[in-house]
Every structure is written in structure tokens, then in C-alpha cells.
């Protein structure tokens, strides 16, 4: 098993769709995060869950909702998306408090086309 | 406003030369500086970090520099090799209140045999 897992690895959805995006990791971490990568844009950190509670929200609009049932498994749920959030989204994990080399372990990421 | 920059999009090197990718920050309390590298397809992973406290980091071909003052480091990497073509994404964080990471926009490396 790789140490973070991300499905599906592609999708495409309709401006009315409901989909979700499902993040495992396997590396005993206990905190897992969203980002969001778009063309020419920094890596932009959505959501921290850390201990199974949200801890960070970075002015992510309502239409993406995460969800972290356990430390192994976060879920972003999406709902009425606009194109502008065609995107690749990346889940990662890591240690909380931050590891003193505060490294990420990211997953390979799920592309996300809003028609 | 980008807390941390990396102004060339892309860089081109021969093989067998020396990459040096440039990065800036803006925010004076980070003091935490780390390294991630990105293939098509593929999550970014960790390459190298840097605490504060110094001011080089070397690991095999990476080797990375810390100016505090100029709020600059830099990733050198001799020799450079084809596999090395990727994306190189430079992070800081405050090391301190566990802070999250804050990315750079990232460096197309393409090494050229």
C-alpha cells in the first residue's frame, strides 16, 4: 500500500453534480489536509484535520465540504462547483503537531474538471 | 499577496550542469524552509529542508542555501540528470504554533541530455 492513496484519480463532473473525493493515508499520521493546484497558482492549503477535527479553513467556499471520519480517511464533498474549480486536488498527511521537518506526505492527486 | 515566490516558471539545463532554482519569502517569522519535487501524475515529495538556524543543506546532489537577510534560498543541484526534470515547489512554514505550509507557484526543471 502507498502511504497516501487518492481516488479517483480523474473526474469530471457537471456544474450539478454531487461527487466526493476520498483520501486514505496508511502512515499512522494524524493529520490530513486539502490542497488545491491550479495552473500558475501556489499549492493553496483548503482544509487541516488534525485528531479527526477541523483546525484550518482557508475561505474555502461552502460548495466543497470536507469530512474526516478517522485519521486514515478525509473525504471532500463537492457540490454545485464552478468551472474556475477545475483543479488538481491533493490530499497529504502528516504528523500534528508538525514534525520538526514539518514534511507533508502528499498523495498522487485527483483532477477535477468542472464542465 | 504570495508569502513565498518563485519568479522563474521554468528553468532549462544541459546535463551534467548545475541547477539552481531560486526561491523568496516575504514573511520574516518563517523559519522553516523545504523542498518538494513533482512528476506528472505524481503527489510532490519531499526533497530537502533547511531550518533558520543555518544557512546550506546538502544531501547527495541537492544541496539548498539559506539567506536570511535577502529572505532567499536557493536550490542547487549538481550534476543535474534527466531524472531531475520536474517540478520543484519551494514551502515555508513558522516552525512554531504548527503553522501549515505556504508554497511557492513552482519551477519547471527540464534537464537536457
Known amino acids: 500500500e502507498t502511504g497516501v492513496t487518492q481516488t479517483p484519480r480523474h473526474l469530471v463532473m457537471g456544474m450539478t453534480n454531487k461527487k466526493s473525493l476520498k483520501c486514505e493515508q496508511h502512515?499512522?499520521?494524524?493529520?490530513m489536509y486539502w490542497y488545491k493546484q491550479s495552473a500558475k497558482k501556489p499549492l493553496e492549503l483548503m482544509f487541516v484535520?488534525?485528531?479527526?477535527?477541523?483546525?484550518e479553513n482557508n475561505s474555502v467556499p461552502s460548495r466543497f465540504s470536507p469530512e474526516c471520519p478517522n485519521s486514515s480517511h478525509l473525504f471532500l464533498h463537492l457540490h454545485t462547483l464552478q468551472p474556475e474549480d477545475s483543479a488538481l486536488y491533493l490530499c497529504?498527511?502528516?504528523?500534528?503537531?508538525?514534525?520538526?521537518?514539518?514534511?507533508?506526505?502528499f498523495g498522487e492527486g485527483s483532477r477535477l474538471t468542472v464542465l | 499577496d504570495q508569502q513565498v515566490k518563485q519568479n522563474s516558471p521554468s528553468l532549462s539545463v544541459q546535463e551534467g550542469r548545475i541547477s539552481i532554482l531560486n526561491c523568496d519569502y516575504t514573511?520574516?517569522?518563517?523559519?522553516?524552509f523545504l523542498w518538494y519535487k513533482k512528476y506528472p501524475a505524481e503527489g510532490p515529495t519531499f526533497l530537502i529542508s533547511?531550518?533558520?538556524?543555518?544557512d546550506k543543506n546538502e544531501d547527495g546532489r541537492f544541496t539548498v542555501f539559506l539567506n536570511k537577510s535577502a529572505k532567499h534560498l536557493s536550490l542547487h543541484i549538481v550534476p543535474s540528470q534527466p531524472g531531475d526534470s520536474a517540478v520543484y515547489f519551494c514551502?515555508?512554514?513558522?516552525?512554531?504554533?504548527?503553522?501549515?505550509?505556504?508554497f511557492g507557484k513552482g519551477t519547471r526543471l527540464s534537464v537536457i541530455a
Open positions: 497529504a498527511s502528516s504528523q500534528y503537531p508538525g514534525l520538526d521537518t514539518g514534511e507533508l506526505f
Open positions: 502512515l499512522g499520521h494524524n493529520a
Open positions: 484535520y488534525s485528531l479527526e477535527e477541523r483546525v
Open positions: 514573511n520574516s517569522m518563517f523559519d522553516y
Open positions: 533547511i531550518s533558520s538556524i543555518k
Open positions: 514551502a515555508a512554514r513558522r516552525n512554531s504554533g504548527n503553522t501549515p505550509l505556504v
